[in-house]
């Protein structure tokens, strides 16, 4: 059977048709609609209509921003908005005349790194994202582990520290509000009263006040890493999302890392992603 995907980004929609070897066959990205719910839901019927054509027997997968929520069937936690309290999956198989299956863009770039990039060789898989936001998925034994209520993964929102930054999602202190790109942002603009971009600040990391930042950062990463690794305890960990392309992170950050967990033995190999932003399309088209 073949394999369609989709991902479903904030500024871009992909589909992807893979054969029974994993190889592409048609690709197309078209812009996404924005704060329309209505014309996502056609751009992307448009699409998987128009790199299905040739054949009938394929499956669906989406990639997509938030989560559904077991309770509801209705999209949460997204980031673009329009989606919040849809019902997204429901919507898409009702235009595809067929069953979908449907995951978030961390749980998406877990499964097609463990099937298809850095983490193939690996058995219990922990992906990272790290950009806008901060989240992650967990494939074991090349089957993603969503866990009882769809949130398997969430590292983002793992308290850090007690008391800490306000979170958009009502609690304080979450690593997401320490290790995102934004908030890495703001921690610098809070040392230094500058407005600046994070590729930017990287530029100054070697001066006393980017001393200081990087080292703020090493340590939240460490912490929040270490405590996945207590946990999980994954044969691998790949980082995604624009801060998997920060060098340090796999020198200094995995130390950092190192440091905070809780064994004496700790050799956990911390990966760069090897599909950069096709993770999304391919790990949708992998989901079934």
Request: charged share 20%.
């Amino acid at each position: 059977m073949y394999k369609l995907g989709v991902d479903l980004g904030g500024t871009k929609t992909e589909a992807i048709l893979l054969d029974e070897n994993l190889n592409v066959l048609e690709r197309k990205r078209v812009s996404t609609p924005q704060n329309d719910y209505n014309e996502i839901l056609n751009t992307i019927s448009s699409l998987v209509l128009e790199i299905s054509s040739n054949i009938s027997d394929f499956s669906i997968g989406v990639c997509t921003p938030g989560t559904i929520s077991k309770h509801t069937g209705l999209i949460k936690n997204s980031n673009t908005q329009c989606l919040i309290g849809k019902p997204l999956k429901e919507d898409l198989e009702r235009k595809f005349g067929k069953k979908i299956s449907m995951e978030n863009d961390a749980n998406c770039f877990a499964m097609a790194e463990s099937k298809m990039g850095a983490a193939k060789d690996f058995d219990l898989v922990f992906g990272v994202i790290m950009g806008t936001g901060v989240g992650g998925g967990i494939v074991i034994d090349g089957k993603l582990h969503s866990g009882r209520t769809n949130i398997g993964g969430e590292w983002g929102h793992h308290t850090l520290h007690w008391n800490g930054n306000q979170c958009y999602c009502g609690k304080t202190g979450c690593v997401e509000t320490y290790i995102s790109g934004p908030s890495l942002e703001k921690q610098w603009m809070n040392l230094s009263g500058q407005s600046i971009c994070l590729p930017e600040i990287l530029s100054h990391v070697e001066s006393e006040l980017g001393q200081k930042w990087k080292n703020n950062f090493l340590e939240n990463f460490g912490f929040g890493l270490a405590n996945v690794i207590d946990i999980l305890d994954p044969d691998v960990i790949v980082l995604g999302g624009g801060l998997s392309n920060i060098d340090f992170l796999y020198t200094e950050g995995k130390k950092s890392v190192y440091d905070k967990v809780f064994s004496d033995l700790v050799d956990t190999p911390i990966l760069k992603n090897k599909l950069g932003d096709s993770a999304g399309v391919f790990g949708a088209a992998l989901l079934n």
